[in-house]
């Protein structure tokens, strides 16, 4: 047995624990900062459904906070955004949790939007046809949010699958929604790795084959083993630590959405969102949700095993992570505290 291995079975006995973490949320009072800025990556895409009912149905400012919204082209900018002092909290992938810790730069995630990936690689229909696996795709262009993204992490651990290197294939940043439709159309990449709905609408056009797909939970189940999760919400500690009230009705919203969701018809999730999110085309839109419903978190809590199964995802893709795995501490990287107080709420 390798050391790897031997470390992922040791985080796996620990999983139990890993969700135990040292920031304790207090009963919410007045929140300490109630302007928060938020930074965003592709919120037109289901992915971050949670977080725009939470703006559209007056979540956030139920409990207290005028929340400015900014959205990039995707994660790996709104992550630049808190590092960079501009953000107090960004919704986006849980990995990138990991990621800075493993750069000795501790986020701490604390709302969890996803509890599956949500995301598919999907090739133009002309290139599928010569593609039989993951390694016939060196040299390809896809299309990911931004760089660095989670979009840009799938295409990555899918190309290792078939013995090529992240620099083996070319991600080109095109954003979500209406603009992977048009990369896509154009000819401008030869594959994409998205959200809903613009996977679903490539999908009734007929304009791409999906390789691989993490959009329901069996999907997961049959990737990475179980629930992964995406979408949550993260933090530098200080936010936790010095302001707990502003944190906790960030997650408190953020779990009032989920819930929502959970019941919600399609048509009244169409409504809810902007206009220009349907892409055109309210019923696909409808169908994509539907699609995704039971991927997205029902309380906001981490389930076990979904921090050890994003871990491995990361080592499988990335060798840096590979060679640091001995060093992250899962634990450090979230806590249900906030989520738990939230569905306890009255």
């Known amino acids: 047995m390798t050391k790897l291995q031997i470390r992922r079975r040791t985080l796996l006995a620990a999983a139990p624990m890993l969700v135990a973490a040292p920031y304790a949320a207090r009963a919410q009072g007045k929140p300490e900062k109630s302007k928060v800025v938020l930074a965003v990556g592709g919120k037109s895409a289901l992915y971050y459904l949670s977080l725009t009912i939470a703006e559209r149905k007056g979540f956030f400012k139920d409990a207290g906070l005028d929340v400015e919204i900014n959205d990039f082209q995707g994660g790996a900018k709104s992550l630049q955004a808190l590092m960079g002092g501009s953000a107090d909290v960004v919704a986006g992938a849980y990995e ?59 295409v990555n651990f899918w190309a290792a699958k078939g013995g090529l290197k992240a620099t083996d294939i070319v991600a080109i940043g095109v954003g979500a929604g209406a603009s992977v439709v048009a990369a896509v159309e154009k000819g401008e990449v030869d594959g994409i790795s998205q959200a809903d709905p613009a996977l679903t609408i490539l999908q009734e056009k ?141």
């Open 96 to 154: 990138h949790t990991i990621r800075m810790q493993q750069r000795g730069q501790p986020i701490i995630g604390f709302a969890l939007i996803g509890r599956g990936m949500q995301l598919a690689i999907g090739l133009r229909t002309a290139v599928a046809e010569k593609v039989k696996g993951p390694a016939d795709v060196k040299g390809m262009k896809f299309g990911v949010t931004a760089p660095g993204s989670q979009t840009n992490m799938l």
């Open 206 to 346: 007929k304009l791409i084959k999906i390789m691989l797909d993490t959009r329901t939970m069996k999907g997961n189940q049959e990737l990475f083993g179980g629930a992964f999760p995406a979408a949550c919400l993260y933090a530098q500690p200080d936010l936790l630590k010095k302001t707990p009230n502003t944190a906790q009705a960030l997650a408190t919203a953020i779990v009032r959405a989920n819930e929502w969701l959970q019941k919600a018809a399609p048509a009244e999730v169409a409504s809810a969102v902007p206009e220009a999110y349907l892409l055109g085309d309210r019923a696909v839109y409808e169908k994509s949700f539907v699609g995704v419903r039971e991927t997205i978190s029902p309380d906001g809590l981490m389930p076990a095993g979904a921090m050890e199964n994003a871990l491995k995802f990361l080592v499988d893709g990335d060798p840096k992570i590979a060679a640091d795995v001995g060093k992250i501490k899962l634990a450090d990287t979230w806590t249900n505290e906030f989520a738990q107080r939230a569905g306890k709420r009255s």
